[in-house]
């Protein structure tokens, strides 16, 4: 799987991209086929929720995408990735099942 990382309007730290990263390996183990991963993080307007983060998969034959906002970025991953295991398990299960 391919990992790019795009911090907006400001300069990640390393310990966040690295963090980035480890979440996105963690999604493999509910769908093996991704191909790529592109995590963006952007600070929003919203003084709460300030930190925003939006991860789009690549997978064989579709695009998935997730889109949270959160007081730090780790949480917003957090939030994401969730969100795309769910819709990675309801994808692999369409997929495989025969009708």
């Known amino acids: 799987m391919n990992i790019r990382i795009t911090a907006r309007h400001f300069s990640a730290s390393e310990r966040l991209q ?39 998969l690549t997978v064989r034959g579709a695009t998935l995408t997730a889109t949270e906002t959160a007081a730090t970025y780790e949480t917003a991953l957090n939030q994401a990735v969730d969100n795309l295991s769910r819709q990675l398990v309801k994808y692999k299960e369409k997929k495989y099942v025969k009708p």
């Not at 690295?18 to 003084?47: C, G, H, N, W």
């Open 18 to 56: 690295d963090y980035a990263k480890d979440s996105m390996r963690k999604l493999t183990r509910f769908y093996d086929e991704i191909q790529d991963a592109d995590v963006v993080l952007e600070p929003t307007a919203d003084p709460v929720k300030s930190q925003g983060v939006e991860v789009i």
